[in-house]
């Protein structure tokens, strides 16, 4: 998202996009979190929310290695 941000103000320089609301996400990865017994460790969270991202703007994509 970073990077699509990026291109989008050298496209249209003076506009800001609004901030990307992720409060329905998070709270659903909180609920499963716990669903599952498991902890929300922040880097777990932002790896997914990395995953959301790249969703957002890729056709496909692949996740290879180690699940850490």
Known sequence: MPLFG???SDLFPGIELPKPDYQR??????TLVA?????????????V??????????HGLMVVGLPY
Not at 25 to 30: D, F, Q, T
Request: proline share 6%; glycine share 6%.
């Open 25 to 30: 996400i998070l709270e659903a990865v909180h």
């Open 35 to 47: 669903q599952q017994g498991l902890q929300p460790v922040p880097a777990f969270i932002a790896k």
């Open 6 to 8: 990026g291109i989008t």
């Open 49 to 58: 929310l990395e995953l959301y991202e790249m969703i957002l703007v890729r």
